[in-house]
């Protein structure tokens, strides 16, 4: 078992006192958790350390050729005030897959998660108490060679950092609506679409601001080769309720394996629902929308874990979604995940670790 160093912070910062202000990802804790890589050393170095600004060179890689990689999990506060995990494990995995597209040397899961775990020993308590809000978890790699050339850098910081956030839905959960993108795309198979790489959401954020400007919450992005078949909406995965079965793109490579989308997934083969994973066109729920048979859409993702869709504009035609309305398969979904993720209801799954 590796040794992981713990620096406590001399001065602490002061916690939420109004947690109905706390927002998403704009507060910090007092401590983070680091690593360092080298040639030499390979990873090394595992501390828990005051929370502090990262000192970079101009010339960092990072900033230059975009060796970025992260992933994003939550720490929940049950009734009882007991805190839990969901599916972090996971996360770790993943997160070395991206690493491993990326040219980013994989690390040992069981010394990310020792760590983290020590963090959250720390400051676990920033964890806030109001219904639907978590203590978020971002990990993150980046390259940190200070060199001007387009390889794979030779020394990297690893980093997790906490930050307590408030409700996704701070007004309830509220169905939105969606723009097909059909100029820009995100991924291609055989790219970075499977990775949580930086260059993956700053790629989707120009279709992003030009659906707002339309009036639209979201991006329906559809294949980077066809621009036919259905990938993500936004930064989450997506699923459809038509005629009763449960149907969400299949994974091809430019598509990310969604933690939340594989749990729903789960859980609905669990309910008896047909679940299908296969390629599905954007014809094909335009079809689906005129004829009534599509009963239900929404996101799955961890910041919102599913976000209803009560319209979708498709080439100027405008279909509405169940009347605009929260869909009962949606609200069981979302009832459900977040009833295992803060202990309401039993984890069947073992998907839970409780921290205390």
Do not use: C, H, N, P
């Given at each position: 078992m590796t040794t992981i160093s713990v620096e406590r912070a001399k001065a602490l910062k002061s916690k939420p006192q109004d947690e109905t202000k706390m927002g998403f990802g704009q507060l910090f804790t007092d401590h983070m958790f680091s690593m360092n890589y080298s040639p030499d050393q390979g990873w090394h170095n595992p501390r828990v350390e005051p929370y502090h600004?990262?000192?970079m060179d101009p010339a960092t890689m990072v900033l230059h050729y975009g060796q970025a990689i992260f992933e994003g999990l939550k720490c929940y506060r049950r009734a009882d005030q007991g805190l839990?995990?969901?599916r972090p494990r996971d996360n770790f995995h993943r997160l070395n897959l991206s690493a491993d597209r990326l040219s980013i040397p994989m690390f040992n899961e069981d010394t990310a998660m020792d760590g983290f775990l020590k963090l959250l020993e720390l400051d676990g308590e920033w964890t806030p108490h109001l219904d639907g809000s978590s203590l978020y978890v971002r990990p993150t790699i980046i390259a940190i060679d200070p060199f001007l050339g387009v390889r794979a850098s030779n020394t990297y910081l690893f980093f997790i950092i906490l930050s307590p956030s408030g409700s996704y839905y701070a007004g309830g959960l509220q169905p939105v609506s969606i723009y097909v993108e059909d100029q820009y795309v995100r991924a291609v198979r055989g790219g970075l679409g499977f990775t949580k790489a930086a260059a993956n959401y700053a790629a989707s954020i120009k279709a992003a601001d030009i659906a707002k400007q339309k009036g639209f919450?979201?991006?329906?992005w559809l294949d980077g080769?066809?621009?036919k078949y259905i990938e993500e909406v936004g930064s989450m995965n997506i699923m459809f309720v038509i005629d009763g079965k449960l149907v969400t793109p299949e994974l091809n490579g430019s598509i990310l394996a969604g933690i939340t989308r594989d749990s729903i997934l789960t859980l609905a083969r669990d309910m008896g629902m047909t679940v299908e994973e296969?390629?599905?066109?954007?014809?094909e729920i335009a079809s689906a929308a005129r004829?009534?048979?599509?009963q239900e859409a929404f996101g799955t993702?961890?910041?919102a874990v599913v976000s209803p869709v009560g319209e979708l504009c498709y080439e100027g035609e405008v279909f509405s979604i169940n009347g605009?309305?929260?869909g009962p398969v949606t609200q069981k979904m979302y009832d459900t995940l977040t009833g295992i993720q803060y202990g309401r209801i039993s984890d069947p799954h073992g998907w839970i670790l409780p921290l205390k």
């Open positions: 600004m990262l000192e839990q995990l969901f919450a979201q991006v329906l080769v066809d621009q296969r390629r599905v066109s954007i014809e004829s009534d048979k599509l993702g961890t910041a605009k309305q929260i």
